[in-house]
């Protein structure tokens, strides 16, 4: 039994953030509050003549850096140059 709990503890890292596309997504936008960072920060980006920073702040293991880089694939999908930096409060 303990070895079952063992594997499903370690195929499950949560400081580990899914690329885009990554089949383990699950798409929590109901949860969210119908919250899309693609549609709430996407547009103001793409749209800026000048150099954006955005902050996307959230609690531990909600799925921020996931998200940021979900945001990244499409603006890069669109022509934009990106960073992400993901910081910790450690």
Request: glycine fraction near 14%; proline fraction near 6%; aromatic fraction near 8%.
């Amino acid at each position: 039994m303990s070895d079952v709990i063992t594997g499903i503890y370690n195929a499950v890292d949560p400081f580990r953030p899914l690329e885009p596309g990554d089949p383990a997504y699950v798409d929590c936008e109901a949860e969210r509050g119908d919250a899309n960072i693609l549609l709430d920060l996407g547009p103001g980006i793409i749209r800026s003549n000048r150099y954006t920073c955005q902050l996307y702040a959230g609690h531990r293991g909600a799925g921020k850096s996931t998200e940021l880089l979900r945001l990244k694939a499409d603006l890069e999908a669109k022509g934009c140059f990106c960073g992400v930096f993901c910081g910790s409060g450690r």
